[in-house]
């Protein structure tokens, strides 16, 4: 059992680690985006992201089955990962550097509105699974459940919709 918690501890922390990194990338990018775009909303979400993966960390390393915690860490990765990194790569490659770092078209996918269904899923898991992990009664188990599917349908939906082609 402690082997156990000591290994998801390991877990849990090297995700806020991934996280401050993509961040960090983020900003790097963003600083070298900014005669494309603001590097403010860069540098206002990365804190964000970085405090929610922390407090999810907390949460699930003093209760680690606890799907709170793990809703915090998948948000924050989910956010610093596509708005955060994604979007300012696949601006730096597909504008001010044209061609210059590989998989633009995938990152302009990643940060696209294509994803937003699952950041808007995620969050309304927490909402819903606040604040023990479990819906509040057992009447609120099909709610949840239609808020995975939809966030599983939105998914499919934008991934077939999607063109590939930035709008530029």
């Given amino acids: 059992n402690v082997a156990r918690r000591d290994s ?3 877990i849990v922390w090297t995700i806020v680690g991934v996280v401050v990194a993509i961040d960090a990338g983020a900003v790097v990018l963003g600083i070298l985006d900014r005669d494309v775009q603001s590097v403010v909303a860069t540098v206002m979400f990365s804190p964000t992201t970085i405090a929610f993966a922390t407090f999810g960390a907390l949460i699930v390393w003093r209760h680690r089955a ?10 924050a990765f989910f956010f610093s990962l596509c708005h955060n990194l994604a979007q300012n790569y696949a601006v730096y490659t597909l504008v001010v550097d044209r061609g210059s770092l590989p998989a633009g078209r995938a990152a ?3 940060a696209s509105t294509a994803l937003d ?12 699974l606040f604040p023990d992990g ?6 609120w188990r099909p709610i949840v459940a239609t808020a995975v599917l939809a966030t599983l349908l939105n998914l499919a939906r934008a991934g077939a919709n999607f063109t590939g082609e930035p709008p530029l």
């Fill in 117 to 128: 269904g699952i950041y808007i899923g995620a969050m309304l898991l927490l909402l819903l």
């Fill in 134 to 139: 479990r819906p509040l009664t057992r009447r």
């Fill in 8 to 10: 998801e501890s390991w």
């Fill in 108 to 110: 302009f996918w990643l």
């Fill in 66 to 75: 606890h799907s709170i915690g793990w809703l915090f860490i998948a948000v």
